[in-house]
């Protein structure tokens, strides 16, 4: 059965999507993205993904200007139903096609538009995590960005499957705690909550966002004693939604306010409940 996607407005099969071999995105992997989740057949936190594309897009000089956030969410529902998506994530994914002076393109359209959709990824039960050799620079252009260069998230990712392990944790150059490769990460303490601060070079994730905004949390520049000297650590992201670790650097984690900030996300998502700001 073919999965069908929105390529520049139009709904076509996956196979039918292309984008010209000479363009900025290929060459240079110019592009910004979002990956949206999907719960009873709606987007969740839809506004949020929308600012933020809108925010990397400026930062790359990417023109959207073809694109209005209702048109584009229009576009994000209609695919949702074709593929008859009731729980899962969407990706949508701008990429430049403006003519390069280095190579001299002619290209007509400025930029391509992509919505493609699967299942929400997989999460093991016993999730642990490694130390990534690949660090972040915190000064670069692209920090904090969700450009289409992922390239060194998925080698890192990589490397920690082929070692053994479910994700790996990110230094930047300073030896501060960043991020996993594919999502943010939080720790507890003492009863108290914890995540890199935005200095560290780490995205500004929608799920991060969520639990920013309905806990008490500290934004910390912090080494990786502070995270081996945690109580509790978790993941988060569209994909995996909010995960426990159960072991990190030989010692085993339970999860007990983990899952207390997971059973209030999820009752979100699916029931879309409002809560209140709540203290840990």
């Known amino acids: 059965m073919s999965q069908f996607v929105i390529f520049n407005k139009q709904l076509c099969a996956a196979e039918d999507a292309f984008l010209p071999a000479v363009s900025s995105a290929v060459f240079y992997s110019r592009g910004v993205f979002t990956t949206v989740a999907i719960y009873n057949s709606e987007p969740f936190q839809w506004k ?10 400026e930062k790359l000089k990417l023109d959207l200007s073809e694109f209005s956030e209702e048109s584009v969410k229009q576009n994000l529902v209609q695919v949702i139903g074709k593929n008859k998506l009731k729980s899962g994530r969407a990706r949508l994914t701008f990429f430049d096609e403006s003519p390069n002076k280095l190579w001299q393109t002619t290209l007509k359209r400025a930029t391509s538009f992509l919505i493609t959709t699967g299942e929400l990824r997989s999460v093991s039960d016993n999730l642990s995590l490694m130390i990534s050799d690949f660090q972040v620079n915190s000064t670069s252009p692209l920090a904090g960005v969700k450009s289409c260069n992922y390239l060194e998230n998925i080698l890192s990712l990589e490397d920690a499957k082929n070692k053994g392990f479910d994700e790996a944790v990110r230094l930047n150059v300073n030896g ?17 909550l914890f995540t890199p601060s935005l200095k560290t070079g780490c995205l500004s ?10 806990f008490s949390v500290k934004e910390t520049e912090a080494n990786l004693a502070t995270l081996r000297d945690a109580d509790e ?24 306010i983990t899952n207390y900030i997971n059973e209030k996300f999820l009752r979100r998502c699916y029931l879309d409940l409002s809560i209140n700001n709540t203290s840990l």
Do not use: P, Q, Y
Request: proline share 0%; charged share 20%.
């Open 205 to 214: 994730g929608t799920t991060r966002s969520f639990v920013l905004e309905n």
């Open 233 to 256: 650590i978790f993941l988060t992201s569209t994909g995996i939604g909010i995960a426990n670790v159960k072991s990190f650097d030989k010692k085993n984690f339970a999860g007990e």
């Open 176 to 192: 501060e705690i960043v991020s996993v490769s594919m999502a943010n990460i939080f720790w507890v303490k003492g009863g108290e």
């Open 48 to 57: 949020k993904h929308w600012a933020r594309l809108i925010k990397n897009s």
